[in-house]
């Protein structure tokens, strides 16, 4: 038999589904509850709504650091079909719930991720401090179509003995994301992002990169993901996905483009793959690629709320 708490957000998780994929067809229906802390709050006309609580501790040596904060506090909702009233009551406990954990710490913050379409809640979201500073956005496979060739470009998969380059322009699009989102300049990142590229050119993953007279002046790095329906992170609809994890050009040869005519490039490759469709987060705050994903046929699905540091929850 099931703990009422386990019911209770079992119902609510079924519900506060239908409501999502009602406002976004593209949202996966969610059917897992993530392991953590559940925290109820109750509403003006006697519902109840739940929160998971996750933590996560993001120490020197591991890769998400480049990204978030080292204590990262994170809250899956559930309110059913309680929309905004749900989250802002959520949002009053858990602000409670961090004055309990003691002195702030500067490197930590507060993470809910929630459908970008669902804008009465990002009303409430704003209103607790909150910020957009991640999408995730996705562009569905068009049917396959000719390669288009690139002005005086050449564009290349990547191998093992581009790392340095690869390094290189993956070191920048860190620098300058780190302006203008969430990203961070660890003291490590030089070696967690060289580590990371090692393996991912070693395991053959669809990297390209752009050269121009012999120089290389932009890249790539994609992956794959074959999302699991039964799991509570599940983001994107069934089926093989390909994951833009880092496009970057050479400071110098930015707003020429460069970016446009490699996408084009990599977006017609891997429409022959059979894969549903590409993926990737950018920061709404980066004045590039906040332009640029859009062009390139990509929308928000997700957006990932933050606010730093953790205590700053209002
Ligand atoms: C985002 C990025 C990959 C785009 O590549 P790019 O070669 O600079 O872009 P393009 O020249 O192909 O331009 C595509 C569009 O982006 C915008 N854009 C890009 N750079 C620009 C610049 N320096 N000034 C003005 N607009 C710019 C333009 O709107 C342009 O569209 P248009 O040509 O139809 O006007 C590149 O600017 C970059 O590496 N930026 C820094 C790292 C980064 O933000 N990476 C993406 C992280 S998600």
Not at 240 to 252: E, M, T
């Amino acid at each position: 038999m099931e703990a009422p708490a386990v019911s209770i957000s079992r119902d609510l998780l079924a519900a506060q589904s239908e409501r999502l994929v009602g406002l976004d067809p593209l949202l996966p229906r969610v059917h897992a509850l993530p392991p953590g802390d559940v925290v109820t709050a109750g509403l003006s006309d006697g519902r109840l709504v739940a929160g998971v609580l996750l933590r996560s501790e993001n120490g020197p040596g591991m890769v998400p650091s480049l990204w978030s904060a080292r204590q990262a506090h994170e809250m899956f909702p559930l309110v059913g079909d309680a929309g905004p009233e749900g989250v802002d009551a959520l949002l009053r406990v858990w602000r409670q719930r961090l004055e309990r954990l003691g002195p702030p710490n500067p490197d930590s913050s507060c993470v809910v991720t929630w459908p970008s379409r669902d804008a009465t809640v990002t009303r409430v979201l704003l209103d607790h401090g909150l910020v957009p500073l991640s999408v995730l956005a996705v562009r569905l496979a068009p049917p396959p179509a000719a390669m288009t060739v690139p002005d005086g470009l050449l564009i290349r998969r990547a191998t093992p003995a581009d790392l340095d380059a690869v390094h290189g322009l993956a070191m920048a699009e860190l620098r300058y994301s780190a302006l203008v989102g969430g990203a961070m300049v660890r003291p490590d990142a030089g070696s967690l992002k060289r580590g990371m590229l090692r393996s991912r050119l070693l395991a053959g993953d669809p990297v390209w990169l752009a050269e121009r007279e012999g120089v290389t002046v932009a890249m790539a790095e994609c992956g794959w993901s074959d999302p699991d329906p039964d799991s509570w992170a599940v983001r994107l609809p069934p089926g093989r996905w390909a994951y833009v994890n880092c496009v970057s050009v050479l400071p110098g040869a930015r707003g020429r483009g460069v970016g446009r005519q490699l996408m084009d490039a990599v977006h017609t490759r891997l429409a022959t793959t059979g894969a549903a469709g590409t993926y990737l987060y950018y920061n709404p705050p980066n004045p590039l690629s906040s332009v640029f994903w859009p062009r390139q046929g990509y929308r928000p699905l997700w957006t990932v709320w933050e606010v730093r540091p953790a205590d700053a929850l209002r």
